[in-house]
């Protein structure tokens, strides 16, 4: 059997999800190692010191270790499905838009999903603060299907989980809010073959187990 590249990954990660629907949508196999973050396993750990999922290692001479999400999307993007990467924005503002939205976002999701009550500010403030990014994406899309365009590119699945978090943590709320394109687009996602088989469960990787092949028959419909 030829050898793969391995990819630790963590279910529920946001960072993870993203790096195995970018697999999915190049239909590139890896062997796929399910790891529990509080018992992260030792050869994960010597592959990348930093010790977060999710982790890739290319087979042969396919490179270097990837313990960077993004990192990972454009490793598996360029091999197979590189118009993810093109117009009708360059791929350098797709990164633009994509590291705006980390730096932003990210921090007001974590204090609305994992909000402290000694906290200075409300839940409910971090939640509104995030909705206007989350507005702002929606009013860009001008009655397209998805974010920059008529069709899917790596700017979608790099947000998508982290809209699919903050939606989850009140998806009724979030149902009423004005922000249809946003909405229409994350109902496609998360009803999307690529979606669901990047959502498969496995049981916690072990050195002396058979390998797990990822499923990447899938993809965007």
């Given at each position: 059997m030829k050898q793969l590249p391995v990819l630790?990954?963590?279910?529920?990660?946001?960072?993870a999800i993203r790096a195995r629907m970018s697999l999915i949508e190049a239909k590139v196999s890896v062997e796929l190692r399910?790891?529990?973050?509080?018992?992260k396993p030792q050869e994960m750990v010597e592959a990348s010191a930093k010790g977060t999922v999710p982790v890739l290692l290319p087979s042969g001479d396919q490179g270097e270790v990837i313990d960077e999400s993004l990192e990972i999307?454009?490793?598996?993007?360029?091999?197979?499905?590189?118009?993810?990467l093109s117009g009708p924005l360059t791929l350098s503002k797709q990164l633009e838009i994509i590291a705006d939205f980390e730096k932003s976002f990210k921090p007001l999701l974590d204090s609305y999903k994992y909000h402290d009550d000694q906290s200075e500010h409300g839940r409910t403030q971090y939640q509104l603060e995030a909705l206007e990014i989350i507005k702002q994406?929606?009013?860009g899309m001008k009655n397209s299907d998805y974010l920059t365009c008529s069709q899917p590119r790596l700017v979608?699945?790099?947000?998508?989980?982290f809209i699919r978090q903050y939606a989850h943590v009140?998806?009724?709320w979030f149902s009423r809010q004005n922000v249809k394109s946003i909405q229409e687009w994350l109902y496609r996602w998360l009803e999307s073959d690529c979606f669901k088989l990047a959502m498969q469960k496995f049981r916690v990787w072990k050195p002396d187990q058979e390998v797990t092949v990822f499923d990447v028959s899938g993809g965007m419909r």
């Open positions: 630790y990954s963590f279910r529920r990660c946001p960072y399910e790891v529990v973050l509080k018992e999307m454009l490793w598996a993007l360029t091999q197979n499905n590189t118009q993810w994406l929606n009013d979608d699945i790099a947000l998508f989980p009140d998806m009724d």
